[in-house]
T-cell receptor, first 115, second 119 residues
Framework: DARVTQTPRDKVTEMGQEVTMRCQPI?????VFWYRQTMMQGLELLAY????????DSGMPKDRFSAEMPDATLATLKIQPSEPRDSAVYFC?????????????FGPGTRLTVL | AQTVTQSQPEMSVQEAETVTLSCTYD???????LFWYKQPPSRQMILVIR??????QNATENRFSVNFQKAAKSFSLKISDSQLGDAAMYFC????????????????FGKGTHLIIQP
């Protein structure tokens, strides 16, 4: 049963600490997305990669957020330093190749709370 | 930029009845995809149904169907024979069919509709 996995599922940290969220896309998927969900803003695209190369990170605050794909089986989203306004659920999603393969498969999300 | 609007923050329906969730979108593109996602309290995002803009026929998946009106830029979801397990947040989403980077492959979501099923 192929699925996207994310760790940790929940994270509570204090302001100023570094936070790293990890995602394992479905094997064979070459596009990976990071979304953030908050009550106020809803679901927003932060960044995405195709074949491990960043294609767009315009939705991400550049000064504290960074996203990488060290290899095809791992995507990371890092916040340094974290702030209370970063509290949200962060979703990773992966998808197959080409625009005709439209579906994105979501992971269970990481709920981040910054105190 | 594309926008997606869900004008019903909350809807309530009796079990076994039919309910329709509304979604409108704004785009200058002619080719795109539209989706409905379900998010239960577990927070897992589950794809309910998808529609390709070039297809005139409305998509159906068992008890779920859509009314896609391209000219009106409307994409409503109908749930027939509502069940308690249908209770969730429902999100309408848009995706460009042009994979050219610049966020084209990302989904643009509406704010969601909270669906309550009354037993």
């Amino acid at each position: 049963d192929a699925r996207v996995t994310q760790t940790p599922r929940d994270k509570v940290t204090e302001m100023g600490q570094e936070v790293t969220m990890r995602c394992q896309p479905i094997l064979g998927h070459n596009t990976v997305f990071w979304y953030r969900q908050t009550m106020m803003q809803g679901l927003e695209l932060l960044a995405y990669f195709r074949n491990r190369a960043p294609l767009d990170d315009s939705g991400m605050p550049k000064d504290r957020f960074s996203a990488e794909m060290p290899d095809a089986t791992l995507a990371t989203l890092k916040i340094q330093p974290s702030e209370p306004r970063d509290s949200a659920v962060y979703f990773c999603a992966s998808g197959g190749d080409g625009p005709s393969v439209s579906e994105q498969f979501f992971g269970p999300g990481t709920r981040l709370t910054v105190l | 930029a594309q926008t997606v609007t869900q004008s019903q923050p909350e809807m309530s329906v009796q079990e076994a009845e039919t309910v329709t969730l509304s979604c409108t979108y704004d785009t200058s593109e002619s080719d795109y995809y539209l989706f409905w996602y379900k998010q239960p309290p577990s927070r897992q995002m589950i794809l309910v149904i998808r529609q390709e803009a070039y297809k005139q026929q409305n998509a159906t998946e068992n008890r779920f169907s859509v009314n896609f009106q391209k000219a009106a830029k409307s994409f409503s979801l109908k749930i027939s024979d509502s069940q308690l397990g249908d209770a969730a947040m429902y999100f309408c989403a848009y995706r460009s069919a042009v994979a050219s980077g610049g966020g084209a492959d990302g989904l643009t979501f509406g704010k969601g509709t909270h669906l309550i099923i009354q037993p």
